[in-house]
């Protein structure tokens, strides 16, 4: 990738006052959103909307711009290079781009450029990935195993990249294998105390149970629903990869049937997206982990985002509190 | 005790026929109900409702009975020797009471007494107590040690006696202490996963977070919740004892609230009986972890009611379905 | 069918006296439901649940009665011929059987015989079937046909004598032929008049929607969830159907998609039990076509046993209101 | 109307740079809001929002401006010929008004006038007009006819140009003209399938169902709520219309109670404003069409807006997710 | 009233062993319900329901018996006084009936007779509907005191009488006349505070609010919702009344429209069955107070009914909770 | 305080054109947040928030700014004179500080200052806390009485200049002993008509019920709930308080559970945040006037604000509806 001039993020360019309108710039961005729009005088144009991970600004593009044609080759997602001029509509910034070059995939490895796009786990992603296989070649049942593995052949990357929601918990980068494995963590070390569950369904089940969701969101970077995550949900795309690669393991019914009960009943009650009741010991223990772990997951990103002077976070929807993000003080203070 | 005749249990009774009546019988039963009522004509009667583990029935008592002044000086929740004829009221079992004797204290400790009258906890409940113990003991810090050791100090006995609830998980004598210790271990085998959360204020706050059951609930043979039950509720006792007993210990101002406020959010929402939304790492922890062992504790209750034979239990409410019961098969069938 | 002497009615039964007790009688009744427990003294004995249309009752059979093994061997569901005595316990009917003789399949043919054991459609369950058959038929594309008759060769017979419900709408024999047949009416009245619908997905979508009840409800007699309802739901379940069919007959990804998720919609909201909301033109239509059918059918049932002199049925859970059953005046009052 | 300049829409108003201030223009506009204010200085001036059907404007006259006058004397709701020059306040725009033209009723009527400035609906009001008179005069019961009739023959016009919401379904021009009439065709498509629903009643429920809007609403080209509309409810005013016109038609107690009912009852729910619940044959009917109808009118509007390369909507709150725009393939691609 | 043999109560009867069959009684009882059945021969027959205050049984008498044309020409809610011997069928007491006598109207201000049929209100009847009248009669504003006295002349008796509710809050004869003036009282002590408060309209509206369940509800012994009250509703109802009596005294639109307001809203949510919510000071105000008196309404009667020794009632559905009955120390004990 | 020139309101700022930039301004207001940042070149800034009554905005000071200091010694909630120039910053306010100026508590005295701050109760404050007293003084039994006053000693001060909440009712400076008077003087106005409730209890549960708030809500100039506010919540906090006083005052234990049990439950239902339901009649009849009061604050609120020409308020949200502002014409007109 091309680096002549220091590269501004959009933090950067909003911090600009008025004045430095015309002033030039480049940045290093992710198309988030690109909308075809037909002005009142039929003309078309790009309402554009750019991003890092410090923020994202939005700027129109005009049919008779040489960027136009660019943009559209390039489609949401994509991550970009741009240099324009500094401009600002109705008070906010909205820059005038001269120049768009569309990043190679392989560009994309350069260290460092996808931490400063998007947000991502905080863990070592390989690592994490490597649990992720340990975990599966744990399952002793054979065909389970089999079925468990079959599904991240197929889907396996898609997983590894994808967050593990666009808003709640665990939103960012890889943050559906952070979460995947934080829970198969949890079920290893809960499982000896709970015996009436089956470590191994409970296993593939944890492994298994939010694999829809690499279907359901689409865009690793710009993430939105796809149209299968509208028009099935990811419980329901879950429950039909492990149905697929259960039968394709010849894994048998009993088992298979209590593995899809699982992914099926994992969000707990049907108002928050279950198909059905946990109704197996497993499928209780599953979805109470998720639970543990995704509530544990917002507590430690606004542990993470804390300022040191900070006492309480801003409010956490997925908590309904503000988190007290100051750390019990190691000598106590006098009673 | 003396015991010159086989005791009857309730089920033995209500197996018997109409034809039965008059048949002599003897049992001993929890005084479950005494309600004092005036007939029509101005004579008093108690309406009484006695039972084992096997079930329950009721029966009038007259003022003019010799077992009527005997039940006085009883009261609820009192063991008794009873005997009696079978008889029946609107084709209900309706016995007459001939003699109603009080068990002393001393008597109760007939091994296995107990554990025909009530519901207990599978496991060894000297063995629970035990481990409680040594869980007070792995507090590191030594105020925060000293506080729960004071609770326990104070409410043990009662506690070690008490369900965990009136009719949702648990609901079995020493279900309260069983549902403590296995929330202790699950914590214990969370932690290390969990680094945020500070360990000894987690540790104590599950001590601690129900022991104002103790003083809700009434009556070790026949529960009910108590006066100061029904006006403050569990949630506000609790947090009353550990705030007399943190005080006491001189416990620091900072750790004191943040244990007090494990106990006034771990019930997870306002509507289901929190004081406040949890808002700390630990707060959050424990709370989930009660979820987590309720719920597997009406999972390991339902296992150990099924039969061989059954598929599923009855409907669970707390779970809202019924419980898939049958093992998962070893061998597993062809596909 | 031995006849020797003339059959009771379970209201008849219901309607003797205690004085009656002793006399014999003789029925053809649904085992309703058959319970193996174990007695205090360690028997094993059976409480059963016998019925026909005009209601049922409990008796208990002990493991000594020659009818004990007749009731292991027949199960819950099937057809009994049963002779015995009229008795009373605790004031409730409960015959002692002498003699109980299952009926072959061959048998329940006899004219009037499932009619007198439980509800069934009021219309001709031969004619809603050719018409149902009609429909399928009637879909223009080629592939969806194929699909919509794939699910009906295979599950087809269930789905005929199979209710709508346990307890809500259509809740009777053939009521979900019924209640298929009455929404593909209404959906080839509306049609006309929403043309952004496309007629094949909305038919074939309807003839689907509710297939995944035939196998969520077991047993044509005594209806209940089946492990698979339990475990899936009658939603997941009938999206596996049409997907299985959909994909055999080569149906493009773009209507089979289409096609499963009114399937996965149909019931409206998510706490209602729909995967998804409905999304596609199709799946809005078909929703509101079912609530309404499924009203509507409360309404029917509820005229149809209004008896001539009420003014209003009980009240109907479904529609949380009494309805008012008298007829509109045919010739007006004076005002 | 003099028709010097060009005329502006608001959508190009908005479209020019702040390099544009100062620019003169006019436009053909309605007064949204007008709200009097005094200023910190004791000044009194208006603030206005002036809007057609492409967007909306706010901008401020002091009183102390020739245009003050003349838009205190126009009020809400009125459409102005505006001039003046483009400006911007805090970034916005916020044009300086030189000249306000009140538009005679009269003027009204130029044709495509009304369309720029509010949406309407996409089909011939006049036609609707005329079925509805039609359906009015299909109601065979005389008296029952002559209330309908007497109802429009008081609100017909308001009626006529009503919105059938302020941001639900049919939120436009006509639409509760459009819905009425949509409801009485699907009515007169399902009547056949529903024989045990009186026709006449059912058709002038539908009729009169939302009648009690026209009053509720206010202002054919801003809409809000009246103070009728607030005290009462659209329930209860068109049960009011009814009711009235019902007793001088001498309509007999007996329908014209069960009229009431459906438009007491035809909201469903009492939470989304239904008085009791649908307890006749034809007010569950009528509820139930008012609901298709509504949703479907929900999903017509929103594949009208939908660009052709769109594939979904934005998420329909009335429909709780996005809608699935991309019509259905004539040519099914291969599977 | 015939009077040759002492009365039985039901509580009486029901105390009666089985071995009392055959014996003689004679009773004063309300018809509460009374069913034409068909039995399964084709005969007629009666399922009756009869009961006093301290409870009810119900028996069953065949088309030949001479008392079955009695009770039809009775109907329910009539008084009757009943003789037959004692029977009990399927152990619940069931009478044979010999005799039946409806008491004439007059017959029944026979001191304490109605007291002993049905709970009434614990203050002087006559000196409420006094006060009732006291209060209309302090309503300055001319027209508002004329339509306020339009409605109770045309509904005061039944008005009189009326239970405020079937099963909530004042459930017994003269509820409703004991609530409204409770609340008229209440309204009289606080707008001296409540300056905003327009004091007429306040006090019209309370008066009113409640007319409607004068209406609603039928049969001043046996309570039951009438058709007008399931069609309409008792808020409809009674904004009918106020409606009609308003313009009849030409009360002007303005106080009429805020008058009716108050009768719409008074029931505060639109779940709990308020056609609106309250949006003048005198609707907030007047919902506000009619919650104040139902819930205090409900503490009255559980201390009335409370026995001197216990500590706290039932659960009162209406308070979601058991009352503390037991009265405050008058000398303290020591702390 | 020096007053060189006049001082500016918000009001009046915001009303500046952008064509007024560089012009000076000096005003007094509040520090409503001040925001520690860092800048993406590692700079140091604050994010200020000053307002007063009228209005606030923000603005940015950079650490080398010579008012960096003075705002951070300063912090939230402080008044402060300001000096600097008129600003905008992407089209809105944002001035140029030069100078800022902590006022000393002894300048807040400033007859008028705080009211032009801060939105204050309409009464006289000086009055309300005389009246509070007598109200204290009015409890008959000692200990009570000593207990309330105990209270008060304690927390007194704060409690006077409290909002009673952040943003629903009497959210203003000392909303709180405003609400609390109120309160009072209507239970003074109800307890006659309510002779079941105690009067003592009910006063001091009066007087005491909010107490917690003194605690919850922080800062008097810019309020916000404090660390023991989130995380005990105000109910358990005045729970505390009472609990605590009176002990001291050596108050017997039925009372004080009494009188903690009104501030447990005064909230209605757990899930607006009450420990317990009302279960003596004290405890209802508080949490009744409670709501009362709440209500008509609300009411009184609206009233002030608006205009004379309003007929409508803007919706208020604890009413779910526009408030009626309009006055009852005196003088009635033409019905």
């Known amino acids: ?76 997602g994509r991550v970009v290079r741009v240099e324009g001029k500094v401009d600002f509509y109705q008070g906010r910034l909205s820059p005038r781009l001269a120049r768009v070059l569309v990043l190679e995939e392989s560009e994309l490895s350069t260290p460092g450029l996808l931490e400063s796009l998007v947000e991502t786990t905080p863990e070592d992603q390989e690592a994490l990935w490597g649990e992720l296989g340990q975990f599966i070649d744990a399952i002793q049942q054979e065909e389970l195993r089999q079925a468990v593995r079959g599904v991240f052949e197929e889907i396996g990357d898609t997983f590894r990249w994808s967050p593990a929601a666009v808003a709640m918990h665990h939103a960012y980068r890889h943050g559906l294998l952070e979460h995947t494995v934080h829970m198969a963590r ?23 149970h939010d694999t829809g969701k690499a279907i359901e969101y689409e865009g690793s970077l710009a993430t939105r629903r796809s149209r299968r995550g509208i028009l099935q949900g990811h419980v329901v795309l879950g429950y039909q990869l492990a149905r697929k690669h259960g039968i394709k393991a010849r894994l048998d019914a ?19 997206g279950a198909a059905v009741y946990a109704a197996t010991p497993e499928a209780v223990f599953v979805s109470m982990i998720d639970n543990l772990d995704a509530k544990m997951g917002m507590v430690q990103r606004a542990l993470r985002q804390a300022a040191e002077t900070d006492e309480f976070s801003e409010r956490l929807p997925g908590l309904s509190a503000q988190l007290l993000t100051r750390r019990v003080p190691q000598v106590p203070p006098p009673a």
Chains 1, 2, 3, 4, 5, 6 share one sequence.
């Open 1 to 76: 990738m091309p680096e002549e001039s220091p590269l501004s993020t959009v933090r950067t360019l909003k911090a600009l006052d008025t004045t430095c309108g015309g002033r030039p710039f480049a940045s290093v961005l992710v198309v988030k959103k690109l909308a075809a729009k037909t002005a009142a005088n039929g003309n078309a144009f790009f309402s554009v909307d750019l991003g890092d991970r410090t923020g994202s600004f939005g700027c129109t593009v005009f049919g008779d711009s040489p960027v136009f044609e660019v943009l559209r080759g390039a489609g949401e």
């Open 254 to 272: 009993d088992r298979l049937e209590r593995l899809e009960h699982i992914i099926l009943s994992h969000q707990g009650e049907p108002e928050w």
């Open 186 to 208: 949890a079920a290893r070390a809960l499982l000896p105390l709970y015996r009436e569950v089956d470590p191994d369904l409970a296993l593939a089940g944890i492994l298994l």
